[in-house]
C-alpha cells in the first residue's frame, strides 16, 4: 500500500467535545460559502441543538449546508431535529435509513461512522466524535474520552473531495436530485503549516483496507513504543500476529481499551484476547474514569493516527470510515502525552499473572461471547482470516 503523504499542513489536536465542539462552531459561524458535516450520531441533546443552531444560522446567512447523517446512529436526529433544521434551509440527507435493525445482513451494517466536516474549503475536521455531548451517558461523572484534529492546508483537498463524493452518491441512490447542487469554491490547499500528514477512508469499493493497511505498516515500522488507544479493538489475526512480532523484536505496547462498556457483548469479546496478548509481552490497560471513543494511535512519537476507525470487523470490514495519519515529532508527541495522562488519571493495567488467576467462568463467559460475535460476522458473510 502507498500512502499519498501531503507536507506543509497545520493540525491541531482536539481532545473532547469541550475542544472540539467550539471550534467547530465558531468554524461554522464564519462560513461563507459551504458547510459540509458528515456524522454517524446527531443528538437531541444540548450539543445537537447548538451543532443545529449553527447550521441554521448559517444556512439563514446564504451559505450552503449540507448535512449527511446516518440512518441507524442518526434514528433520534430523524424523529426530532431533521424537519427543523430543514424548514431552516439546511440540505439534509440520510445515509441508508430505511434498514431494519434486527437484520444482520452486510447491506444494513454498512454504516455511516466517519465524523467529518469541511467549511469554506478551508478548515476541516477529522476524528471519532459524534454530535453527542460529552456526559450523555447517566451517571458519568468525567466527559467520554475521543479526540479530532482541525485541519488546514494541502490534506483539504483529498477531504473535500471525500465529502462531495459521497454527498453526491447518496443524492443520486435517493433519487433527491434538488440536492445536487453546484460546487462551491475549491479548497484553500496552500501550505499554512510543517506537518506531513495523509487522509485515508475506508470504503466497500476502492479503499477497504487502506486504514487497516496504514495500522500495520506503522506497526510493522515500530522501534521502540506503540500506544494504541480504541474503544472497540476486536482485531483479526493479521492485526494481532503484527502487535505480537512487534513485542517480539522488544517494542514497547499500550494498549488503552474501554473498561466501562457501552457495549458488553463485544468488551466480553475483546477481554478473550486478553490472555494471548498479554503472555506476547504487550501491556493492557482499561480506561474505567468514562466511556473510552477514542481510535488514536502513536508509534515511536513520530507517527500518529486520528479518525473514526476502530480495530474490530465492523470498522474494518463494512462502515465507512476516515482517519488521518501523521508523520511529526511534536504532533505524536502531544497526542502520546495525553494518552499518558489519560492512562494516568483513569486507567487500571491488567496484570498476566492477575488475567490467569481470575475466575474460569468470566474466561469462558469471554470466549463464549467471542465465538458469538464470530458467529455474526459470519451470518453478514464475512470471515476468514478477519
Same mark, same amino acid.
Do not use: C, Y
Given at each position: 500500500? !502507498?500512502?499519498?503523504? =501531503?507536507?506543509?499542513?497545520?493540525? &491541531?489536536?482536539?481532545?473532547?467535545? +469541550? %475542544?472540539?465542539?467550539? +471550534?467547530l462552531q465558531a468554524a461554522i459561524d464564519t462560513a461563507c460559502h459551504e458547510v459540509y458535516l458528515e456524522t454517524y450520531i446527531f443528538a437531541d441533546d444540548v450539543t445537537g441543538r447548538a451543532i443545529a443552531a449553527a447550521l441554521a444560522r448559517a444556512a439563514a446567512?446564504?451559505? &450552503?449546508?449540507?448535512?449527511?447523517? #446516518?440512518?441507524?446512529?442518526?434514528? %433520534?436526529?430523524? %424523529?426530532?431535529?431533521? @424537519?427543523d433544521l430543514i424548514a431552516r434551509g439546511v440540505h439534509v440527507l440520510i445515509y441508508r435509513r430505511d434498514i431494519s435493525p434486527f437484520a444482520i445482513r452486510r447491506r444494513r451494517l454498512?454504516?455511516?461512522?466517519?465524523? =467529518?466536516?469541511?467549511? @469554506?474549503?478551508?478548515?476541516?475536521?477529522v476524528g471519532g466524535i459524534n454530535i453527542l455531548s460529552d456526559l450523555s451517558e447517566p451517571n458519568m461523572a468525567a466527559p467520554r474520552h475521543d479526540y479530532a484534529v482541525r485541519v488546514e492546508g494541502p490534506l483539504l483537498a483529498p477531504i473535500h473531495a471525500t465529502v462531495q463524493h459521497l454527498w453526491e452518491l447518496v443524492a443520486w441512490a435517493s433519487f433527491r436530485h434538488r440536492h445536487r447542487l453546484p460546487a462551491g469554491p475549491a479548497p484553500c490547499c496552500g501550505t499554512c503549516g510543517d506537518v506531513? +500528514? !495523509?487522509?485515508?477512508?475506508? @470504503?466497500?469499493?476502492?479503499?477497504r483496507r487502506d486504514i487497516e493497511d496504514a495500522y500495520l505498516l506503522g506497526i510493522a515500522a515500530a522501534r521502540r513504543e506503540i500506544v494504541l488507544a480504541n474503544a472497540y479493538f476486536l482485531p483479526g489475526r493479521r492485526?494481532?500476529? !503484527?502487535?505480537? #512480532?512487534?513485542?517480539?523484536?522488544?517494542?514497547?505496547i499500550t494498549l488503552l481499551i474501554q473498561g466501562l462498556a457501552d457495549h458488553p457483548l463485544q468488551q466480553r469479546a475483546t477481554r478473550a484476547l486478553y490472555g494471548q496478548l498479554l503472555a506476547g509481552g504487550l501491556r493492557i490497560v482499561e480506561y474505567h474514569r468514562s466511556y473510552l471513543h477514542a481510535k488514536v494511535a502513536v508509534v515511536d512519537e513520530r507517527w500518529a493516527t486520528v479518525g473514526s476507525s476502530n480495530i474490530d470487523p465492523f470498522s474494518l470490514l463494512l462502515a465507512r470510515e476516515a482517519n488521518v495519519v501523521i508523520r511529526d515529532a511534536a504532533f505524536a508527541t502531544h497526542l502520546r502525552d495525553h494518552l499518558q495522562d489519560a492512562?494516568?488519571?483513569?486507567?487500571?493495567?491488567?496484570?498476566? @499473572?492477575?488475567?490467569?488467576?481470575?475466575?474460569r467462568l468470566q474466561r469462558l463467559l469471554n470466549w463464549a461471547a467471542y465465538g458469538l460475535v464470530r458467529l455474526m460476522i459470519g451470518l453478514a458473510g464475512y470471515g476468514g482470516r478477519h
Open positions: 500500500m !502507498a500512502i499519498h503523504w =501531503l507536507p506543509g499542513n497545520a493540525l &491541531t489536536l482536539l481532545e473532547n467535545g +469541550a %475542544e472540539f465542539f467550539p +471550534a446567512r446564504g451559505v &450552503t449546508v449540507r448535512l449527511l447523517v #446516518d440512518g441507524f446512529g442518526g434514528r %433520534e436526529f430523524v %424523529e426530532r431535529l431533521r @424537519d454498512r454504516r455511516l461512522h466517519r465524523k =467529518l466536516a469541511v467549511i @469554506d474549503g478551508r478548515v476541516a475536521f506531513e +500528514a !495523509a487522509f485515508l477512508i475506508r @470504503d466497500n469499493l476502492r479503499h492485526f494481532r500476529q !503484527a502487535l505480537l #512480532d512487534a513485542a517480539r523484536r522488544g517494542v514497547r492512562i494516568a488519571h483513569g486507567g487500571r493495567e491488567i496484570s498476566a @499473572d492477575a488475567w490467569q488467576r481470575g475466575p
